[in-house]
């Protein structure tokens, strides 16, 4: 059963255009959710995050919504550079417990 | 912040043998965890070490198969032990520092190849 749950294995835009990333999740446990970008031979790295008491949280480039109803998650990239194509994860976490559960990934490739 | 280490980088090893993975943290921390990667897949949490007691693992792993030590708030090993080609895969080490509401940081990974 995936919790996590990234329906878009693969995004292409063009470069200074909007990115949308987006993520659904099933446990309504789920109380922290972060994004994270990966490029190929490297470990995850933290982008942004949000609480399950916010639905918007920005940061420079990156914003993410949260909507608690629908159990959905966004991160939208603006505007969109070359050096962002990488893969995304978005990430799932769970009161005290702090282990994260991640969604499949989306590949997102921004041409120049 | 955290910076991590993880040795070796990579490694390609024969079915049957044993492979020892090195984490190593800049600063102490109490929550240290072992994801996978398989490939083509997401990460996967294989374990939680916290230091002063015995680790703690997921549904799917089992401690003979990936034995943890955490002898320190600053390092912890995973043991990819009677490995097959399934066990090919990326192994993280990741930590966290702060509170609820911090975020997790990663080590480069271990690419293990089984051959």
Not at chain 1, 15 to 26: K, M, Q, W
Not at chain 1, 39 to 58: Q, V
Not at chain 2, 43 to 63: D, K, M
Request: glycine share 8%.
């Amino acid at each position: 059963d995936q919790q996590v749950k990234q329906n878009s294995p693969s995004l292409s835009v063009q470069e200074g255009r909007i990115s949308i990333l987006n993520c659904d999740y099933t446990n309504s446990m789920f109380d922290y959710f972060l994004w994270y970008k990966k490029y190929p031979a490297e470990g995850p790295t933290f982008l942004i995050s949000i609480s399950s008491i916010k639905d918007k949280n920005e940061d420079g480039r990156f914003t993410v919504f949260l909507n608690k109803s629908a159990k959905h998650l966004s991160l939208h990239i603006v505007p969109s550079q070359p050096g962002d194509s990488a893969v995304y994860f978005c990430a799932a976490s769970a009161g005290s417990a702090r282990q994260l559960t991640f969604g499949s990934g989306t590949q997102l490739t921004v041409l120049p | 912040s955290a910076v991590i280490s993880q040795k070796p980088s990579r490694d390609i090893c024969q079915r049957g043998t044993s492979l020892t993975i090195q984490c190593q943290v800049d600063s102490q921390v109490t929550m240290m965890f072992w994801y996978r990667q398989q490939p083509g897949q997401s990460l996967t949490l294989i374990a939680t070490a916290n230091q002063g007691s015995e680790a703690t693992y997921e549904s799917g792993f089992v401690i003979d198969k990936f034995p943890i030590s955490r002898p320190n708030l600053t390092f912890s090993t995973l043991t990819v032990s009677n490995m097959s080609p399934e066990d090919s895969s990326i192994y993280l080490c990741s930590v966290i520092t702060g509170g609820w509401g911090t975020e997790a940081f990663f080590g480069q990974g271990t690419r293990l190849t089984v051959v």
